[in-house]
């Protein structure tokens, strides 16, 4: 048995989203169709990113287990003979059997494309959202600024979600501008549900003069629906890349409005270790803080999170870190493992 790990672009417009549906034609059903056609196997594939509706691709990732004799990286040349044009596996190789792509650090980068001209071309109607109206990009820019770093994106995700931590950090939030085609593009380790297509709604609601950029921070810290722009509409939404991460950085510092904190990996190799300082943190955001924290550390290896409260150092860009915390700013060392 051997585990198989496919990259695959796909035009969204004729499909019901990726995820398996009784009534509807979808990504991820194709998919088993055409390896299981292929191998002579009952598959069932696992993606990385469950797309919606009408949403695009062009670097999903899918991993499926065979016993096919089939060599790993012939499969994606043989599985493209059994899909449709709009499906086309761009890559194959094989993987660890404990490689799950939704259990690994990863970095998922989305763009979305605006059409922002006075009539629809009908050449780019399918991954395009057509938009009239005039939009000033530089307002678009500066409001998209606020959204990078770790937030709680609770504004930005759709009612009814299931999932209960709603934070999320986005290392990217650019809007470009190439003649009549302006193109938002978001980068982070992950997305809440429609999170990425209210973005884009709040942004264009920004661009018309609706509110100033800097409102922006204001409907973040509402953490309500209401209060972000309405969802984009799905035709100009496409996942470009998922960038599995194998190391993070040795020294990470996430602050906003609520918390503020750094945590240091330099011991995760050698002795199972991560530590968390807390400069500043609402006592309602703590546990959960550290728990978030704690479940990152122990996906990377940790057997342990040592946490302790201190003030931000301005030298703990050094590999020292954890002796200035320790005993130049704390006057104590960590010993309180979580």
Not at 53 to 64: K, Q, T, Y
Request: aromatic letters at 8%; charged letters at 30%.
């Amino acid at each position: 048995m051997k585990r198989i790990r496919l990259v695959v672009a796909y035009d969204g417009t004729n499909y019901c989203g990726w995820q398996v549906q009784k009534n509807g034609k979808t990504i991820e059903e194709m998919l088993n169709q055409a390896l299981s056609r292929l191998t002579g196997e009952e598959i069932a594939v696992t993606g990385a990113s469950r797309t919606d509706s009408g949403v695009h691709a062009l670097g999903n990732i899918a991993v499926f287990n065979t016993e096919t004799r089939i060599p790993p990286e012939k499969i994606c040349y043989a599985v493209n003979q059994w899909l449709p044009e709009d499906i086309v596996v761009q890559s194959s190789e094989e993987v660890s059997l404990s490689y799950h792509p939704r259990k690994c650090n990863s970095l998922k980068t989305y763009e979305y494309r605006i059409l922002n001209r006075t009539f629809p071309d009908p050449t780019r109607r399918l991954n395009s959202y057509f938009y009239h109206w005039p939009l000033d990009v530089d307002r678009m820019r500066e409001a998209a600024a606020f959204l990078v770093g770790e937030h709680d994106f609770s504004s930005f995700c759709s009612a009814g979600s299931q999932v209960e931590d709603t934070v999320r950090k986005l290392y990217e939030a650019a809007v470009e501008k190439d003649g009549d085609m302006i193109t938002v593009r978001l980068k982070g380790n992950g997305f809440l549900y429609n999170m990425v297509r209210i973005i884009v709604g709040t942004l264009l609601a920004a661009g018309r003069g609706d509110f100033p950029p800097e409102h922006v921070k204001e409907i973040l810290n509402a953490r309500d629906r209401r209060a972000a722009g309405v969802k984009a509409p799905a035709e100009g939404l496409t996942l470009k890349s998922i960038d599995h991460v194998e190391r993070l950085s040795l020294l990470e510092r996430n602050t906003n409005d609520w918390i503020d904190y750094t945590v240091y990996r330099g011991e995760l190799e050698t002795e199972k270790r991560v530590y968390m300082v807390i400069h500043q943190c609402r006592d309602a955001e703590r546990e959960r803080m550290i728990e978030r924290t704690a479940k990152q550390a122990f996906r990377d290896g940790a057997a342990e999170l040592w946490t302790a409260d201190g003030p931000y150092a301005q030298t703990a860009e050094t590999a020292e870190i954890r002796e200035i915390y320790c005993w130049k700013i704390l006057k104590k060392p960590l010993t309180h493992p979580v």
